[in-house]
């Protein structure tokens, strides 16, 4: 079945630094779909990016990732870290074979610090 | 704009209990979620709705039961508690043909 790994449960950044969450996949689909999450303390998660273009970079809110289909990766980044970004971050994964169902990783915990 | 309002939104129950989780979304969205949140493991599907009468199994449905009693409702049963359980239920909403989630704050379980 389809699956998204999410290695680091926690990373821990300075303040005005970049970071890179990591987000591999698997699937046996070639039409399929990325989203990333964002999970702030007490609140619900919602959708902070998507992608299905190969190799096309995709921002929002000063991230960005790029959905690599030759490496399996839809990694996010940022170049410049603020207190704010420190939040639950997920991973997702729809493949065609169910347009409804999404799968998600693990789940990386982003702590910024001063 | 929209909302999904999860009740209640801490519950505590005894071993073997039935416990009832409920969900109302005013977005209109066809699909309804329930999601399982515990830390390291990520979200795992344990139910979804496409659109009213409809049940579809997720990944963790064993141990579960759900009832999309209309539209805008979906509840979530927990048939049985463990002990020792403890975990966030998400609920989420989508409107049809569109993958985007709109997730609801949780309701937190602790099981005695």
């Known amino acids: 079945g389809d699956s998204v790994t999410q290695t680091e449960g926690l990373v821990t950044v300075t303040e005005g630094l970049p970071v890179m969450l990591n987000c591999t996949y698997q699937?046996?689909?070639?039409?399929?779909?990325f989203f990333w999450y964002v999970q702030y303390l007490n609140e619900a998660p919602k959708l902070l990016l998507r992608?299905?273009?190969?190799?096309k970079r995709t921002e929002h809110q000063g991230f960005h990732a790029t959905l690599h289909k030759s490496s399996s990766s839809f990694h996010l980044q940022k170049s410049s870290v603020q207190l704010s970004d420190s939040a639950l971050y997920y991973c997702?994964?729809?493949?065609?074979?169910?347009?409804?169902?999404?799968?998600f990783g693990q789940g990386t915990s982003l702590s910024v610090v001063p | 704009g929209g909302i999904i309002t999860q009740t209640p939104k801490f519950l505590i129950g005894q071993e073997g209990q039935k416990l009832t989780l409920k969900c109302q979304q005013n977005?209109?969205?066809?699909?309804m979620y329930w999601y399982r949140q515990d830390s390291g493991k990520g979200l795992r599907l344990i139910y979804y709705?496409?659109?009213?009468?409809?049940?579809q199994k997720g990944d963790l449905s064993e141990g579960y039961d759900a009832s999309r009693e209309k539209k805008s409702s979906f509840s979530l049963t927990v048939t049985s508690a463990q002990k020792n359980e403890m975990a966030v239920f998400l609920c989420?909403?989508?409107?049809?043909?569109?993958?985007?989630?709109?997730f609801g704050h949780g309701t937190k379980l602790s099981v005695l």
């Open positions: 989420a909403s989508s409107p049809k043909g569109n993958e985007r989630l709109f």
């Open positions: 699937t046996a689909y070639s039409d399929v779909a």
């Open positions: 992608s299905s273009t190969d190799n």
């Open positions: 997702a994964l729809r493949a065609s074979s169910s347009f409804s169902k999404l799968v």
């Open positions: 977005f209109n969205h066809d699909t």
């Open positions: 709705s496409i659109t009213e009468n409809d049940l």
